[in-house]
């Protein structure tokens, strides 16, 4: 598909699509449920990998360990950037398809990696894969809802995702316990691949022609959308609102990519076994996952500033009750936490960037925060394993904790309300 054809403008108002997500039902599901499966493939890794490092491939340091999670930040942080670019450019169908063609070989390559570089190969096709399928499946839910409802839009999606994410570490979790480590709870990981890719490949539908009839709608008389330099230093760091944006993305999977890489460790420090850790890994995605139903539209209804900063502190105060805990009911308190802050940041961060950025240049927008997001997950793994290594979890854990808090405080200061209720 040509560029040209995707920017073509609608010439007659029968063939003009109609936003929102009641108009757009049947398409809107079915990238719900694809994103389902996206989350799923993250989330057959999350309670398992860990236990992998240190019992089958006899990794002792902690760096050494999140090293998976440094590779998987990177790859899918670098992806996002491409995949909003290429999104606008060429579509949004053909880059969803090509990431889930890359997610195929991730299962296979996990049960028979003969070593931890081929674990971090497969981290790294799993993060180009989730670049690509996260990000459009995101940017084709905006596509279809709209202004109106893009809260809830982006809510419905992160609930998808982050539901089956807790869904699948559950599951691995379980199968671990009673089956071992490898291979079998990589084999759910095919499934999600396949039915994916077959859902994206024979009924998923082209959205761009929506962004140019939310376009012409919106009257803003811009009609040339600035280049890819301008679009990256405004979302990055001169656009006060954007830039916030971005930091506090930055920032949530910061701590969620320390959650990722030490809480396994630091639960099997405390006692706990297989089952529970796969319990607490799922909790935290769970309550995330199900609070973004309504944390989406509550934005929608309050507006996105307040939704964020309150977030971020909830983050910091949930990871500070996991590390002065020491059994399983105060880590699942801190989980829930964790979880609830969270569901309110990441729905809610998306809105806020559809609510700036303007159509002609949104996907390239999202591209650019989805950039400096997952490298949270590089920059947490990094900065986590070295001062685990150093000083020992629970001071890792802490640092985390006033770095959510602090992130909160510059979204405070710095940004406005971006949401016109």
Same mark, same amino acid.
């Given at each position: 598909?040509?560029?040209?054809?995707?920017?073509?403008?609608?010439?007659?108002?029968?063939?003009?699509?109609?936003?929102?997500?009641?108009?757009?039902?049947?398409?809107?599901?079915?990238?719900?449920?694809?994103?389902?499966?996206?989350?799923?493939?993250?989330?057959?890794?999350?309670?398992?990998?860990?236990?992998?490092?240190?019992?089958?491939?006899?990794?002792?340091?902690?760096?050494?360990?999140?090293?998976?999670?440094?590779?998987?930040?990177?790859?899918?942080?670098?992806?996002?950037?491409?995949?909003?670019?290429?999104?606008?450019?060429?579509?949004?169908?053909?880059?969803?398809?090509?990431?889930?063609?890359?997610?195929?070989?991730?299962?296979?390559?996990?049960?028979?990696?003969?070593?931890?570089?081929?674990?971090?190969?497969?981290?790294?096709?799993?993060?180009?894969?989730?670049?690509?399928?996260?990000?459009?499946?995101?940017?084709?839910?905006?596509?279809?809802?709209?202004?109106?409802?893009?809260?809830?839009?982006?809510?419905?999606?992160?609930?998808?995702?982050?539901?089956?994410?807790?869904?699948?570490?559950?599951?691995?979790?379980?199968?671990?316990?009673?089956?071992?480590?490898?291979?079998?709870?990589?084999?759910?990981?095919?499934?999600?691949?396949?039915?994916?890719?077959?859902?994206?490949?024979?009924?998923?539908?082209?959205?761009?022609?929506?962004?140019?009839?939310?376009?012409?709608?919106?009257?803003?008389?811009?009609?040339?959308?600035?280049?890819?330099?301008?679009?990256?230093?405004?979302?990055?760091?001169?656009?006060?609102?954007?830039?916030?944006?971005?930091?506090?993305?930055?920032?949530?999977?910061?701590?969620?990519?320390?959650?990722?890489?030490?809480?396994?460790?630091?639960?099997?420090?405390?006692?706990?076994?297989?089952?529970?850790?796969?319990?607490?890994?799922?909790?935290?995605?769970?309550?995330?996952?199900?609070?973004?139903?309504?944390?989406?539209?509550?934005?929608?209804?309050?507006?996105?500033?307040?939704?964020?900063?309150?977030?971020?502190?909830?983050?910091?105060?949930?990871?500070?009750?996991?590390?002065?805990?020491?059994?399983?009911?105060?880590?699942?308190?801190?989980?829930?936490?964790?979880?609830?802050?969270?569901?309110?940041?990441?729905?809610?961060?998306?809105?806020?960037?559809?609510?700036?950025?303007?159509?002609?240049?949104?996907?390239?927008?999202?591209?650019?925060?989805?950039?400096?997001? /997952?490298?949270?997950?590089?920059?947490?793994?990094?900065?986590?394993?070295?001062?685990? /290594?150093?000083?020992?979890?629970?001071?890792?854990?802490?640092?985390?904790?006033?770095?959510?808090?602090?992130?909160?405080?510059?979204?405070?200061?710095?940004?406005?309300?971006?949401?016109?209720?």
């Amino acid at each position: 598909m040509q560029t040209k054809d995707l920017q073509k403008p609608a010439g007659h108002q029968k063939d003009q699509p109609e936003l929102g997500i009641r108009a757009n039902l049947a398409q809107f599901s079915l990238l719900v449920l694809v994103n389902a499966f996206v989350g799923a493939m993250v989330g057959m890794e999350r309670s398992i990998l860990p236990a992998i490092a240190e019992q089958e491939f006899l990794l002792a340091a902690r760096a050494a360990i999140l090293s998976f999670i440094v590779v998987f930040g990177l790859t899918k942080a670098i992806t996002n950037y491409f995949a909003g670019r290429f999104s606008d450019r060429y579509g949004r169908k053909i880059i969803l398809i090509a990431g889930w063609l890359i997610a195929i070989p991730v299962p296979f390559v996990l049960i028979w990696a003969p070593s931890w570089s081929w674990v971090l190969f497969a981290n790294a096709l799993l993060g180009i894969s989730q670049g690509l399928t996260w990000s459009t499946t995101v940017i084709m839910k905006i596509d279809l809802a709209g202004p109106k409802n893009r809260g809830l839009a982006m809510g419905l999606n992160e609930f998808a995702g982050y539901f089956a994410v807790a869904v699948a570490a559950l599951a691995t979790g379980y199968i671990a316990s009673h089956w071992g480590l490898r291979p079998e709870p990589f084999y759910l990981g095919i499934g999600f691949a396949v039915a994916g890719l077959l859902l994206s490949v024979l009924l998923v539908k082209e959205t761009h022609h929506f962004v140019q009839h939310e376009a012409s709608m919106a009257g803003t008389g811009q009609t040339v959308p600035p280049g890819q330099k301008e679009i990256f230093v405004k979302t990055s760091f001169s656009d006060h609102n954007l830039s916030s944006i971005s930091q506090a993305g930055l920032v949530n999977n910061l701590n969620d990519g320390m959650a990722w890489g030490l809480f396994p460790l630091f639960f099997a420090t405390a006692g706990m076994t297989l089952t529970q850790i796969g319990w607490l890994a799922a909790i935290y995605p769970a309550v995330w996952g199900i609070g973004q139903l309504f944390t989406g539209a509550l934005s929608d209804r309050i507006g996105r500033k307040g939704m964020i900063v309150a977030g971020m502190w909830t983050q910091a105060a949930g990871i500070a009750v996991i590390t002065v805990s020491t059994g399983f009911s105060g880590f699942s308190t801190g989980a829930i936490l964790l979880g609830l802050g969270t569901a309110m940041v990441y729905p809610t961060l998306l809105a806020a960037l559809g609510d700036v950025a303007h159509p002609t240049w949104r996907a390239s927008a999202v591209g650019v925060y989805r950039l400096w997001r /997952d490298l949270g997950y590089a920059v947490g793994a990094i900065i986590a394993g070295v001062v685990a /290594d150093q000083y020992g979890l629970s001071v890792a854990m802490v640092l985390i904790a006033v770095m959510t808090f602090a992130s909160g405080a510059i979204v405070q200061i710095r940004m406005t309300e971006t949401h016109q209720r």
